[in-house]
């Protein structure tokens, strides 16, 4: 607690009076008629209404008081007078009610001089009694971490937070209606698997006890679902979480939510087209427009059909038409010569990508369909069949950072076995067997592709960083 700050002990002995009097600071069940925003929808003058919230101003007038009192769907006045309550329960209200407390009123609606929507306070309880004032310099704090910290007082004092949050839950509950209603089966996979698999990246290594075994937190759900379209579910989705050992920054947490769908018969094509619908429906649905404007006042246009371009092309269009001609020493000089970093034993084509992401990717603010990547860089991928070097795959790019990659999906197990043995090649990594069998079994063609909600909703909302748009992202420990 802080038994040396003032305001918390005057609180602490506002609690103990109330105590002392039978009444329980903690309350109960507290049945409302309605939220704030309905009771505002409906200004019936002299209405009976129930609400409950926090209480966020006080302005004393002697025998009257007035307060703003906010739930999660708004803010409204109430009007306290002391010869509508009896005296014991005014008394009890002016001196018991803090900034901050979280309170149960009943009374009835009227518009005041001003034109104010108000509650004539009839009956109140007290529902949870703060001990710790609310800052009243909130605002003033230069500090992110500390907003993050203690997201909720973030999410109590900014109303502009509270609205992107509310957003993403519609934002995903748009993406799951999407799909089921195009014939797709939510699933759940493993979270907790034997090898790390379906993506390339470091994992989180956990211990289990009982079966004495080490297990990873997943990376990417893929290769679970893919056993599912081996089984003969034809048209799957899992949204949830994946784990990445990977650095913290304005686009990556560890912990991050990740959509993944798979439909038998299709390709990377069918991806396109169905990311595309689900995107633009998700906009239309939540924001009512395809128009999107960003935290620094860019906007982003979501109007089909997107842009479709080669990455060769994107490459040589930023680097030059001789870029792919030229040695694979000089691509490293030139890269290097943009400021492009990448490990000094890094092979050619992971150069070339390097390339892309620092320079071409950061570019591409409406949404664009790179297609055909080097079949190196995607190992579950099919072969392009015009040209094997290539895989037929996309990564959507859109707001400077790619949002989904999607495939048209290996599914011969030989070629399969061969790629991952050349992933693994110098590396501690064991083939995921359980996975290659399911595929010896016979995987029907497929689509497939990712979506980091997450990037989405950060595009969606205008925000700046993955931070904005995750309650509670991981920081560094305090010091």
């Not at 009839?122 to 500090?143: D, F, H, V």
């Not at 990564?395 to 048209?408: C, I």
Request: with cysteine; charged share 25%; glycine share 8%.
């Amino acid at each position: 607690m802080e038994p040396g700050n003032d305001l918390i002990k005057a609180r602490l002995e506002k609690r103990a009076k109330l105590l002392e009097r039978g009444i329980d600071p903690y309350g109960g069940l507290y049945e409302t008629s309605e939220t704030i925003a309905a009771a505002r929808a409906n200004p019936t003058a002299e209405r009976d209404v129930r609400l409950a919230g926090r209480v966020m101003s006080h302005r004393d007038m002697g025998k009257s008081m007035f307060l703003d009192l906010k739930d999660s769907t708004g803010k409204i006045q109430l009007y306290v007078q002391k010869k509508v309550l009896n005296d014991e329960q005014f008394d009890l209200f002016k001196h018991g009610v803090d900034l901050g407390d979280i309170i149960g009123v009943a009374g009835k609606l009227f518009l005041t001089h001003a034109g104010e929507l108000t509650v004539r306070v009839e009956s109140w309880q007290m529902l949870s009694k703060a001990i710790r004032p609310l800052p009243k310099e909130y605002y003033g704090i230069e500090n992110v971490e500390t907003r993050l910290r203690q997201r909720y007082l973030d999410v109590i004092l900014n109303d502009k937070v509270r609205e992107t949050f509310q957003l993403r839950s519609k934002i995903v509950a748009e993406v799951r209606r999407y799909l089921t209603d195009n014939g797709f089966m939510e699933v759940e996979t493993p979270m907790m698997q034997p090898l790390a698999g379906g993506a390339a990246a470091k994992p989180f290594l956990t211990h289990h006890e009982a079966l004495n075994i080490d297990l990873f937190l997943r990376v990417a759900p893929e290769l679970y679902l893919k056993r599912l379209l081996v089984a003969g579910f034809e048209k799957v989705f899992e949204l949830n979480r994946n784990f990445r050992n990977e650095g913290i920054s304005r686009r990556h947490n560890p912990e991050f939510t990740m959509l993944e769908v798979y439909q038998a018969y299709g390709n990377y094509e069918t991806m396109m087209e169905l990311v595309q619908g689900m995107i633009t429906t998700v906009a239309e649905n939540v924001f009512d427009t395809l128009v999107i404007k960003r935290y620094d006042g860019e906007e982003i246009n979501l109007t089909p059909p997107w842009r479709r371009v080669r990455y060769q092309t994107l490459v040589e269009e930023r680097v030059g038409a001789d870029w792919f001609k030229i040695s694979p020493g000089e691509r490293k000089t030139r890269a290097l010569n943009m400021g492009v970093e990448f490990p000094p034993d890094a092979p050619d084509y992971e150069v070339t990508n390097a390339v892309f992401e620092k320079t071409i990717e950061p570019t591409l603010l409406n949404p664009t369909f790179v297609t055909h990547l080097p079949a190196e860089l995607v190992v579950l991928a099919k072969q392009n069949k015009e040209n094997p070097g290539l895989v037929d795959v996309f990564e959507l790019v859109v707001n400077g950072q790619e949002l989904a990659p999607g495939y048209s999906e290996l599914n011969d197990p030989v070629v399969q076995r061969e790629r991952l043995l050349a992933q693994a090649e110098g590396h501690a990594e064991k083939l995921d067997e359980d996975f290659l069998t399911a595929l010896e079994h016979g995987m029907p063609p497929a689509g497939g592709m990712g979506v980091g909600i997450d990037r989405l909703c950060i595009m969606l909302t205008g925000s700046e960083s993955i931070r904005d748009v995750i309650l509670f992202p991981q920081l560094r420990p305090q010091t």
